[in-house]
C-alpha cells in the first residue's frame, strides 16, 4: 500500500513534530520490536493473532498498554467500525491531576 499521502497530510498540518510517527516495513519485526521498546507508551495491532499474543506477552514486560484485533476484522473505512466509542476509547487517555488547595483559596 502507498501510505505516503497520510504522511504529507500529517506534515502540511499543524499537527507537532513526534505526536504522530509513521513507520513503514514488515508487521511481524517492527511490532516485536516497538513492543520491547521501554518509550513507547501505547501499542495497536491489528494482523495474524500469533503476532498478537507477541505484542500482548512483549507489552507486558514494560507495561505498555496494547490493543490487539485479528486482522480482517476492522473495516476502518466503514462509518461505524472505523470510528466511535471503541476507537476513542483507545485513541484517549484521561489523566486526573488532584491539586491541593490548602492555603491557596484561603481568605
Same mark, same amino acid.
Given at each position: 500500500?502507498?501510505?505516503?499521502?497520510?504522511?504529507?497530510?500529517?506534515?502540511?498540518?499543524?499537527?507537532?513534530?513526534?505526536?504522530?510517527?509513521?513507520?513503514?516495513?514488515?508487521?511481524?519485526?517492527?511490532?516485536?520490536?516497538?513492543?520491547?521498546?521501554?518509550?513507547?507508551?501505547?501499542?495497536?495491532?491489528?494482523?495474524?493473532?500469533? =503476532?498478537?499474543?507477541?505484542?500482548?506477552?512483549?507489552?507486558?514486560? &514494560?507495561? %505498555?498498554? *496494547?490493543?490487539?484485533?485479528?486482522? /480482517?476484522?476492522?473495516?476502518?473505512?466503514?462509518?461505524?467500525? =472505523?470510528?466511535?466509542?471503541?476507537?476513542?476509547?483507545?485513541?484517549? &487517555?484521561? %489523566?486526573? *491531576?488532584?491539586?491541593?488547595?490548602? /492555603?491557596?483559596?484561603?481568605?
Amino acid at each position: 500500500r502507498n501510505l505516503q499521502g497520510g504522511s504529507t497530510v500529517i506534515a502540511t498540518s499543524d499537527i507537532p513534530g513526534g505526536v504522530v510517527n509513521m513507520l513503514y516495513g514488515s508487521q511481524s519485526p517492527l511490532s516485536l520490536t516497538l513492543a520491547q521498546h521501554q518509550h513507547v507508551q501505547a501499542s495497536w495491532y491489528f494482523g495474524h493473532p500469533e =503476532g498478537c499474543h507477541v505484542v500482548q506477552r512483549e507489552g507486558v514486560e &514494560n507495561k %505498555k498498554q *496494547v490493543w490487539c484485533e485479528e486482522y /480482517e476484522r476492522r473495516k476502518w473505512n466503514s462509518l461505524v467500525q =472505523g470510528t466511535g466509542y471503541t476507537i476513542n476509547h483507545h485513541c484517549y &487517555n484521561s %489523566k486526573a *491531576v488532584i491539586m491541593p488547595a490548602g /492555603e491557596t483559596f484561603a481568605n
